[in-house]
């Protein structure tokens, strides 16, 4: 198998290299003139002279195994676990076995295909984010500084959570200066609150406003209920509240001080809860209020699940919706997010850019889910159990296994660039 990678190598590049060269630029290329598709050489590679096999599985099933093996298990429950009887976390999955690709093949397929797509203004090597996940810190004590340090390093969008265990600015310091970062809200019932979270965002260079649309009140978590498991009491995924100068004024303390008490820190980090997360349902006539508090910057809403609301969307003006069902974890019996994607994509692909989210597992679903009319997906669980896995170090192999299983899936199913993938390379089963 190694040698038939190499081998691969060796046409594609076949040039006035000398053999030594074409080997060496295969098995050692230089950073970022390789094609994703060549982690799996240096997997093989390694493995087979230096005894080295990767940190984790390639296999989703067997990643998410061994993540729960290393974590407490009310924090694994905590990501894998849905709302009531997890039927609609199932229904992510089921909906992506409803379709299958048809490969195209004798095609002018170069080994480099090409994954790059603009978002929002920017240029990306692919159309993949990460998505806002709360209490990273629950995975690995570096948390959302790793999985921010990594998207970083391969210069895809990292979106932070209202419920993050890191602050902006230490969040935006391990992404680095000229990366890409979102900021997700869990929109305050305080206007006060939210015009500071904003300016805050925007002063650490955080460019795109994701608005999480389906989750001002919990999910009935049965997991988590049944434990008793709620991170933030415990001041886990508090970070924005307790750092906010807006909330420091309204609860006549700072909690971060030195002399602050563990009941000033507990009060501190149930008002962050209550306000973002026990909060009032937002409504569409209130998004003239965002507007005007986030000023000319984009605005996405997150949780879209219909293509009734994607045209609502529309007509609001929203720069983007992502459809997503918050991985199952907020209604129990909903659909499939995939399936939402198709009735969205059929409605309003075109006016407005489209994300989608649930049950990314592997390239060929990310492949289904950009052929189906996404214009660019996230990847949520799988994130978090590559930082299980040492931190930094498992979250790069979880994304680099990623993207070269995209880049194969693309190129195996006939496919040069990923902005030309459409319906017709998929068949509904
Ligand atoms: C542990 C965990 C925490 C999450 N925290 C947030 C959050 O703070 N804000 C948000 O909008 N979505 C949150 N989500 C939902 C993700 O953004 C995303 O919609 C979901 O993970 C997609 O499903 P998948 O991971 O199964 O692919 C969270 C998901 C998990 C598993």
Known sequence: MRVASIAAGLAATASAQSAQELINSVLNPAPGTSPYSSYSTQIYYNATLFNETPIASTNYDKLEASAKLRLDPAAYDYAAGGAGLETTVANNRAAFSRWSILPRVMREVYPKRNLTTTLFGKTLPAPIVMAPVG???????DGERATASVFGELGLPFTLSTATSTGFADVAKANGVNSTRWYQLYWPSDDDLTRSYLKTAKENGYDVLVVTVDTWDLGWRTRDLDRGFFPFIRGIGVQIGLEDPVAHQKLGFNPLAKNAT???KQTAALYHVI????GISPVWDRLPFLREAWGDGLIVLKGVQTAEDAQLAVQHGIDGVIVSNHGGRQID???GSLDALYNVTNVVKGQLAIGFDGGIRGGADIFKALAIGADFVQVGRPVLWGLAHEGAKGVRHVMKSLLAEFELTVGLAG???????????????
Do not use: F
Request: proline share 3%.
């Open 262 to 264: 563990a009941e000033q």
């Open 135 to 141: 209490v990273q810190t629950l995975y690995h004590p």
């Open 415 to 429: 496919c040069q660039h990923v902005q030309k993938l459409n319906r017709t390379h998929l068949l509904r089963v």
């Open 275 to 278: 306000t973002t997360s026990r």
């Open 333 to 335: 019996g909903a659909i």
